[in-house]
């Protein structure tokens, strides 16, 4: 055998400027686009993901400039999936706009509809996600359905569920012992349920008083995480609807704790913290 010498970058390589954040554990790594475009594929963003052998996060987020907006965000899965929004990484980076910008409130637009951001108490990140929709074509379904109450034929058992979609798909699942739940086997099973065409983000829910619910998630695309803000408000506006919670409550996660408000105007208002871990410099073109 001959040893070789490991692969080292040099020194006249490009590398683009990465910030790593979190919401709840809910992590990013995050590339401005604003002023130099930053090109990704589904391979550099899977290499990107990587606990291992890259900087390692769920999702990959990607600030373009907008018209008529403060910023675009695009996000990548650690699939290498461009998805259409999340709640946690709108925070991010309405924390760094917001400081940016020296202002009480951004606008984001993403696949999955504007966002507004705007502080929060106690420093925390607020993010107006708009208004659920609750229509089976919007969600989507492959089929019509009553989106309260599904009933999912799963690994040979029968599961009631709710959809909803904040932009992006979601199925809650409530259930009276988080504990006894296998999440990752079941999350799987009814992500690529056939009733999601487009997959589905799962979230398995119990009521612990009618303002506060603890839940635990399966995202499409990444699997169980820390925390999914999306999933949060999808829960709390699932609970609703079904007559088990009040429209201003608490979502316990893995990773801690997110504020839900069901507006009466119809929006869905999520805060929580967010965090800056560590700042970094990559060699896109390395990755595969």
Known sequence: MVWREPDRVSISQAMTAFLKMHGLGNDFVVFDARHHPVPLTAGQVR?????????????????????????????????????????????????LLLAEARCQSIRLNTAGGPLRCMPADAGAIAVDMGPPHLDWRDIPLARACNTQDLDLEVQGSHIRASAVSMGNPHCVVFVSDLGTVAVAELGRAIEHHPLFPARTNVEFVQVISRTLLRMRVWERGVGITQACGTGACASAVAAVRNGIAERNLDVELDGGRLRILWRSDDHVVMSGPVRHVYSGDIPLEAQP
Do not use: H, K, L, W
């Not at 461009?82 to 709640?87: D, I, L, M, P, Y």
């Open 47 to 95: 290499a990107i993901a990587d606990r291992r052998t890259g900087i390692g996060c769920d999702q990959v987020i990607v600030i373009d400039p907008a018209d008529g907006a403060d910023a675009t965000m695009r996000i990548f899965n650690a699939d290498g999936s461009e998805v259409e929004s999340c709640g946690n990484a709108a925070r991010c980076v309405g924390a």
